[in-house]
């Protein structure tokens, strides 16, 4: 069995260049939730040398919430705020010629994509305008809006726990991250057989974060699950 596994990052945190060989795939922060265009070169160009994959994370202009809360901003000004993040985000690719592959939303906007179609619309017309492949949940509004335009790939999130309904728990409840890599790893395997996941998540902000990754990649090898690149 295999799996791609991304993390967010260039989000201003310490430990990027750590991260960077034990993942597959990344998602950076193009700078309006956290970063900046130094740290965010930074680590493209230790992305190139290492071929990893490569997308785009655009999130609401929020440093003071981690773009982690929802602001009921209208599409308009929703479409001007991501055509200014990417534009920015794909010319310093150019300075390192790295071929940027996906694009994922950040946080409270990741979680509006997934249930809004006219943010789900308006995402799936940017990765159109770029040729990228959208990352987001299964059955969700985004999936729906890519369907025949665009390839989706299925994430699922190996240190968040899910509520039944599917959903991801809320930050603010407790016990919402997983910390162990023992549980984090049978989370991924059932996400593999049940949801058909093409990729798993790991936030490059959490405390920790190298030594759980070690650990989530140790378990899922024992459970035959290995890492690597999306097909």
């Known amino acids: 069995m295999h799996i791609d596994l991304n993390c967010d ?4 945190q310490p430990n990027d260049l750590d991260i960077l060989p034990l993942v597959s795939s990344i998602n950076l922060a193009c700078c309006a939730h956290a970063g900046s265009p130094a740290n965010l070169l930074e680590v493209m160009k230790a992305s190139a040398r290492l071929g990893i994959h490569v997308g785009a994370h655009p999130g609401y202009f929020d440093r003071v919430n981690f773009g982690r809360v929802e602001l009921q901003q209208p599409l308009a000004y929703l479409e001007a705020d991501l055509l ?19 694009l994922k939303p950040h946080g409270a906007l990741y979680h509006r994509a997934m249930k809004e179609i006219e943010l789900a619309n308006l995402l799936t017309q940017l990765a159109l305008r770029w040729n990228l492949t959208l990352v987001g949940m299964k059955d969700s509004a985004l999936e729906n809006a890519a369907k025949g335009k665009t390839p989706f790939l299925r994430e699922g999130f190996a240190d968040r726990k899910y509520l039944p309904d ?3 728990a809320p930050r603010s409840s407790a016990n919402a991250v997983l910390h162990e890599p023992e549980k984090a790893a049978l989370q991924v395997q059932q996400l593999i057989q049940q949801d058909k996941v093409q990729t798993i ?7 920790g974060v190298v030594n759980f990754l070690h650990g989530l990649k140790s378990e899922l090898k024992n459970l035959g699950i290995h890492t690597g690149k999306p097909s």
């Open 84 to 102: 200014f993040q990417l534009g920015g985000f794909m010319e310093l690719a150019k300075l390192t010629q790295l071929k940027i592959s996906h």
């Open 9 to 12: 990052l260039a989000e201003g």
């Open 166 to 168: 599917g959903t991801l």
């Open 201 to 207: 998540c790991v936030h490059g902000d959490s405390p």
